[in-house]
């Protein structure tokens, strides 16, 4: 099949459509014979990284999206540099309450929180919209670095961000 750039523009919107966030059109170009073209499509998904809210924002770090349900104490609202205060994807007050951020209950936390966000899908699919083309940092307020709310709401949103 030739290609033209209106075919290119067709494929990238079926297969945004199709999986959205994770392609777009890197490249298009005319062969050296100038009969057909080529569509190159980066398939590379979104980019996610986790950092503790106090810590000092950077260009790298995207869009910043608190995903707490609480503000962090102490911080100003100024100094958190945020793009969204994601609250209403952030575990229930219960759920957050029960888990104390105590390793043992890990396993049980992610299952929970995970049925939480399946319930709230509609929250959980206009945050994937919105950095769907972007890299994006997921903002927690805990002492914990590794069992916390934000690294199993990375790892939901990256197992799901195709769907």
């Known amino acids: 099949m030739a290609f033209n750039k209106f075919n290119c523009e067709n494929i990238k919107s079926s297969l945004t459509t ?4 994770v392609t777009n059109v890197v490249s298009f170009s005319k062969r050296p014979d100038e009969k057909q073209h080529n569509c ?6 979104m980019k996610i990284q986790v950092k503790r809210v106090y810590d000092l924002a950077e260009q790298a770090d995207g869009k910043r999206i608190l995903v707490d349900r609480l503000w962090p104490r102490g911080l100003p609202k100024e100094a958190a540099k945020l793009d969204i205060w994601a609250k209403s994807i952030a575990p229930s007050t219960e759920l957050r309450k029960w888990y104390g951020h105590d390793p043992d209950k890990w396993h049980e936390f992610k299952f929970r929180y995970f049925t939480e966000l399946r319930e709230n899908s509609s929250e959980v699919d206009n945050l994937l919209n919105s950095i769907a083309k972007e890299t994006v940092t997921l903002l927690y307020g805990s002492k914990e670095h590794s069992f916390n709310n934000a690294m199993a709401l990375k790892e939901y949103l990256e197992s799901n961000a195709g769907k």
Do not use: L
């Open 18 to 21: 199709a999986i959205p966030g």
């Open 40 to 45: 190159v499509f980066d398939m590379s998904p």
